[in-house]
């Protein structure tokens, strides 16, 4: 099947056009009008959202095996900032109000409100997460607070830190919560990285030294939403922003689990880590699922110039950098069953991880 082969070369990665901030756009914002109408028609619409992030994502993907090339260094775009603010603001809209048409009087039914549940989760976790995280690595601090609102929004607010602070630092080796060891399940991995990335940013920020800490705000933060949950539908709108958050929680945390699974950085004679660099993230050159996750799957270049804007990352060469044989939500899908997912990754794996040596 075609899109599931080996990945592409760079010779034709080059011979391809960028994505346009077109369809970045259509391609994120697409959601929030299917959540209108599913709101607004119920029914089979409620599904639209679901039905897009998952069928629609993958076909696309797979039908049209386009792969964007890069754009030339130095590039500039725009509206990309303007872009990530409107996906913020129509996070920060879209959370609350699905909170409200699942545990409020909105007249969904039962199974209206577990599809919009299922989608609204994926669309929170898949593009809220990119744009977030673009945002906490803006150097405007209007931006960065933005990018920390949406963290916070969905409970996650320690990501603001732990994200920019030991992530970055450590990716690819056992120093990093958020980096899955070769043969790693995805359940013990969640478990290990939330805790670990939670309480290691903490540390972090506790040696940079605040007025007010930024726990505080997270921690504040994320007991003003739950507030705002049970103001929209009692102990239920509690309960449904609890479960919304973990949902788009794992969409998040998946994506740092396909990202790095199993790729680790040699550490020096002086016990120092070599620098990261592009064979120490998993990549996917799929253009749909791109667009829509803001090239959140161009991983490597994302770590080797975190503050680059979306629309300029870069893809390695395939012989450079480990590349996903599926598109990132579609390896995100198969980690979620995980003798599968270590089964289809080990030959993948394999030769990366013969390749890794100790720098001199």
């Known amino acids: 099947m075609r899109g599931l082969s080996a990945a592409p070369t760079h010779a034709i990665f080059a011979s391809m056009k960028t994505i346009p901030m077109t369809l970045f756009a259509a391609a994120s914002l697409a959601p929030l009008p299917l959540f209108a109408a599913g709101l607004w028609l119920g029914g089979p619409w409620v599904l639209a959202v679901f039905l897009y992030m998952t069928a629609f994502a993958a076909l696309m993907d797979q039908a049209l095996p386009f792969v964007a090339g890069d754009a030339e260094e130095g590039s500039e775009f725009p509206a990309a900032d303007a872009l990530l603010v409107a996906l913020a603001i129509g996070h920060l809209a879209a959370f609350p109000t699905v909170v409200w048409a699942i545990a409020g009087e909105s007249g969904l039914g039962f199974w209206e409100k577990a599809g919009l549940f299922l989608g609204a989760g994926l669309w929170f976790g898949q593009v809220s997460n990119p744009m977030a995280h ?45 980096t899955a060891r070769s043969g790693e399940g995805f359940y013990p991995f969640f478990l290990r990285a939330w805790t670990g990335s939670f309480m290691q940013g903490m540390k972090m920020e506790n040696a940079r030294g605040h007025a007010i800490h930024p726990y505080v705000w997270y921690m504040g933060g994320g007991a003003a939403a739950l507030a705002l949950g049970h103001a929209l539908g009692g102990a239920g709108g509690v309960l449904v922003w609890l479960a919304l958050a973990l949902h788009a929680q794992v969409q998040l945390m998946l994506s740092d689990y396909v990202q790095h699974y199993g790729l680790q950085r040699a550490r020096r004679a002086d016990g120092k880590l070599e620098p990261v660099g ?40 395939a012989a450079d950098a480990p590349m996903l044989p599926w598109p990132l939500p579609m390896a995100c899908t198969l980690a979620l069953i995980p003798p599968l997912w270590k089964r289809a990754m080990r030959p993948h794996l394999r030769p990366w991880r013969q390749a890794a040596v100790t720098p001199n």
Do not use: C, K
């Open 134 to 178: 673009e945002l906490i690595h803006r150097g405007n601090r209007w931006l960065f607070r933005l990018g920390a609102l949406v963290y916070v929004s969905m409970l996650f607010g320690h990501h603001t830190s732990a994200h920019r602070h030991v992530h970055h630092r450590y990716a690819a080796s056992a120093d990093d919560p958020n």
């Open 278 to 317: 592009p064979r120490h993230s998993w990549n996917a050159p799929h253009w749909f699922s791109s667009a829509m996750m803001l090239n959140a799957p161009r991983h490597s270049d994302h770590h080797a110039h975190p503050a680059r804007p979306y629309p300029s990352l870069r893809l390695p060469a």
